[in-house]
């Protein structure tokens, strides 16, 4: 896998900052994602995949987040569709999806998005008819396949796996936010779309319990995993800067900004913040692998522990991504901020998705635990 990761993580990065600009489908970037071999890390060895652990795909998103973190959030969330059907899926639905996912290889897009409650499912003889609209669809645009979460006629939240190219699907290209500009997060709607019974994921479907709520965990270590490589993708360019650009200010009494004490303060914060991060990166992959691994007798106890670890994680590396990203500024001077090096895209990135779900809902989840013992209720976020 390394060899493979190094190429493609050089191909991003020589275009990150020109494609940040325009925005839209990375269509060559997709494609050479698709040529890599690792759209098929989390498939397992049975169906035609890899097989690896989550600690080697995670490593493999902040490798990539470090220079593109909208590449590799449509990356990383490949890997999570691909977790989704092992979670929730029947095993004929297993090795039908995830063969054909790794023959191909076939690139997955989200259309889950448990908030937005605005499709149907309605029954259609021996099938169901799909009608609505999804919004921060992300990966959608280009996609082979495609998870869609819906109600049924009972109000009960079911979980799809659609091609992408189905008559019906229309995926509208409006994403145009600040940051993540090329992840394709905007909407898809669904007109009178024949659904078959066994498009429906499960049983167990995602109540089965605690094994099929490390979903949420897995999701959590993605966001984590991608702020990490963008405060470390942040740090390193903002690095290279000050040391062959920036100019010391002229009452330093130094002769270069890399010996300007104060210029060294905010590095060694910077340092502290994202080591602390990286140190709880392992321990969190390591907790979710080993949830992941004995999921078949997963208890709740287990499940909490490993969700607390991601979630401490996350608020880490969510912090130290967005003070880095910020406060890049002051260590590389007015210089850094022309556009053509584009630095403020890992502020407006990080910014942008650590909105995903509120960073103070995650404390607020740990104070509890700290304070009474308590776990986190599993669900979609949690």
């Not at 989390?42 to 909208?70: C, K, N």
């Not at 449509?74 to 989704?84: D, I, P, T």
């Not at 401490?312 to 022309?338: C, H, I, M, Q």
């Not at 403020?344 to 995650?362: A, E, G, M, Q």
Request: glycine share 10%; hydrophobic share 45%; proline share 4%.
């Amino acid at each position: 896998m390394s060899a493979a990761l190094d190429e493609l993580t050089r191909a991003l990065a020589a275009t990150a900052v020109a494609r940040d600009r325009a925005g839209g489908t990375a269509k060559a970037e997709r494609d050479a994602i698709r040529r890599s071999g690792l759209l098929t890390l989390a498939v397992p060895t049975a169906f035609g995949g890899q097989g690896a652990g989550w600690p080697e795909i995670l490593g493999a998103v902040r490798s990539l987040a470090r220079v593109d973190s909208s590449l590799a959030h449509l990356f990383a969330f490949q890997h999570l569709m691909v977790a989704s059907v092992l979670l929730y899926g029947h095993p004929g639905q297993q090795e039908r999806l995830l063969t054909a996912t790794a023959n191909g290889p076939l690139f997955w897009g989200n259309a889950l998005n448990p908030l937005d409650r605005r499709t149907r499912l309605t029954a259609d003889g021996d099938g169901f008819r799909l009608n609505g609209v999804k919004s921060f669809c992300s990966g959608a645009s280009d996609s082979d396949l495609l998870l869609v979460s819906a109600d049924d006629a009972d109000g009960v939240l079911r979980v799809l796996a659609l091609p992408t190219a189905r008559p019906g699907v229309a995926v509208l290209g409006d994403w145009d936010n600040m940051g993540q500009r090329q992840t394709d997060s905007g909407t898809v709607t669904f007109t009178d779309l024949r659904v078959e019974a066994d498009d429906l994921l499960g049983p167990p479907g995602p109540y089965g319990g605690p094994a099929a709520s490390l979903r949420a965990c897995v999701a959590q270590a993605i966001l984590a995993s991608v702020y990490l490589g963008i405060a470390e993708g942040a740090l390193a360019e903002a690095a290279a800067f000050t040391r062959d650009q920036s100019r010391p200010w002229r009452t330093s009494g130094v002769a270069s900004a890399a010996e300007d004490p104060y210029v060294l303060r905010h590095y060694g914060e910077f340092h502290v913040a994202v080591a602390g991060a990286d140190a709880l990166a392992e321990r969190a992959l390591a907790q979710l692998q080993q949830a992941w691994d004995g999921r078949a007798t997963l208890t709740p106890e287990q499940r909490g522990a490993a969700a607390l670890a991601i979630a401490t994680f996350k608020v880490a590396a969510a912090r130290a991504a967005l003070d880095v990203s910020n406060r890049l500024f002051e260590v590389t001077g007015a210089r850094a901020t022309a556009a053509r090096h584009g630095f403020d895209r890992f502020w407006r990135n990080v910014r942008t998705h650590s909105l995903h779900d509120p960073i103070d809902y995650k404390l607020k989840e740990l104070g509890a635990w700290a304070l009474t013992g308590a776990l986190p209720e599993p669900g979609f976020y949690s």
